[in-house]
């Protein structure tokens, strides 16, 4: 999971000038009470928001927002983060969902489908969180278990093993693991068997070019060793390449080096 800078960014005008009217719409079925043509208009607007899917994967390089997969999670949607019609607590239980921000794209979040399927309308929150309604709008306010991309605190939570799995970032609260958690089984960020095996791939690659770097790096402290210098480089310039935000599953890269715990090493990705 990368950061997704989604607040310094927007969609054209026309998009944005449309989804403003299609919500004034549901704004006014809403107080008319015809909840039923308030879910029936959102149901029929799917090709709305499909019409900025480009524009929200440009964004992660064409990658899963929550997997950084591409091929391996696809084919991607744009996905509500908080669920538009209904919404499905801890313990299974039901409430009425975000349908106010059904046009909003700041709510929008391109997730490969495996992720999206498994997630559905799933959105608990925090046991005591305030609760975000039409009536009274405080999403701010809220206690997700969901990791959100677009949340810079919540990307640094969820890492990576050298087995491929997604695990809790070490040093992190026992509330903040359990929604790292959740998280991974919501979105099958480990049940997806293929995702795993890439990621493990991912780390294998990523650690031979730290050995190869490692070693040459010693005969160049053992005298002047020109080639070996030249490999060095080299294999310095693979590490920033493969941890660079761009490349896929770089996350996964990123924490093999961090798990050296090599102040050398980290400099080379930071």
Known sequence: MRYIDLENHK??????????????????????GDIEARNKLIN????????????????????CWFSEAREVFSHMDVEHFRPKLEVKELDGTKRDGYWWL??????????????????????????GSLISTYD????????PYLLDPTDADDVELIGFNEEGLAIPAPGITEWEEERVLETIK???????????????????????????????????????NPGAKQKVSEHARNIRNMSR??????SVAKWCVLFRNDPQLIRLIS
């Open 11 to 32: 969609p054209e005008n026309w998009w944005i000038k449309k989804s403003d009217e299609l919500t004034a719409k549901l704004m006014e079925l809403h107080e008319r």
């Open 44 to 63: 029929d607007s799917n090709e709305h928001w499909g019409e900025i899917k480009s524009w929200l994967l440009s964004l992660s390089n064409n990658k």
């Open 102 to 127: 059904a046009f909003d794209y700041r709510n929008f979040r391109a997730c490969g489908n495996v992720g999206n399927r498994k997630k559905g309308g799933w959105f608990p929150l925090k046991p």
């Open 136 to 143: 009274n709008q405080r999403e701010e306010s809220e206690i």
């Open 186 to 224: 919501r979105l099958k960020l480990n049940e997806h068997e293929v995702l795993p095996v890439e990621r493990q791939k991912k780390w294998q690659s990523m650690a031979r070019e730290i050995n190869m770097y490692q070693r040459y790096k010693l005969r160049c402290g053992k005298g002047t």
């Open 245 to 250: 935000e761009s490349e896929v599953l770089s």
